[in-house]
């Protein structure tokens, strides 16, 4: 089993669209979850850390589930500029190490 | 807040000789930097942790003689790959944390550099 798991997809979406990507990891012990949002060739940018009660930033809402080892990332009136990769980040096991996912690609059509 | 800095962010080589990359944390004192690698089409793998004054931590797989790493002081780590070859061509890009960032995203945040593109012919 991967240690971090992503729908590499991509979506393609009209502008508008509401998009919803999930994550599930392996390593129980992780406590802390994030999401980077990386452009082409270039480096991952944070979009937003994931607390277990459930965060919203404007159009965007991440959601944890311990139990399941499950993360997902909603997004909400995708814009063009929305058209990234999604990368679901693990700080491993507390190590401090983050282990990333392969990425979900999203594509927003207008 | 909390820049890092990656200097060259491209380079190309011939095969044999040694390519030095920077990573420098310009606002804030990086305690621990990180060095991934990402190859076309997949995600960023971790390769090495360095803490300030200690010698870095490999990640399984990485050759330490092969990637130098050092971390003299708490705004800077260099990465040095010795005797380049075409298969060490990738996407490097480093990451830090520390003290006196800022941001809500808690004290495990890294805040990654603009990468540095090398290509080894």
Known sequence: ?110 | GAVVSQHPSWVICKSGTSVKIECRSLDFQATTMFWYRQFPKQSLMLMATSNEGSKATYEQGVEKDKFLINHASLTLSTLTVTSAHPEDSSFYICSARGIGTSGGAGSDTQYFGPGTRLTVL
């Open chain 1, 1 to 110: 089993r991967k240690e971090v798991e992503q729908d590499p997809g991509p979506f393609n979406v009209p502008e508008g669209a509401t998009v919803a990507f999930n994550c599930t990891y392996s390593n129980s012990a992780s406590q802390s979850f994030f999401w980077y949002r990386q452009d082409c060739r270039k480096e991952p940018k944070l979009l937003m850390s994931v607390y277990s009660s459930g965060n919203e930033d404007g159009r965007f809402t991440a959601q944890l589930n311990r139990a399941s080892q499950y993360i997902s990332l909603l997004i909400r009136d995708s814009k063009l500029s929305d058209s990234a990769t999604y990368l679901c980040v693990v700080n491993w096991g507390n190590t401090g190490k983050l282990i990333f996912g392969q990425g979900t690609t999203l594509q927003v059509k207008p």
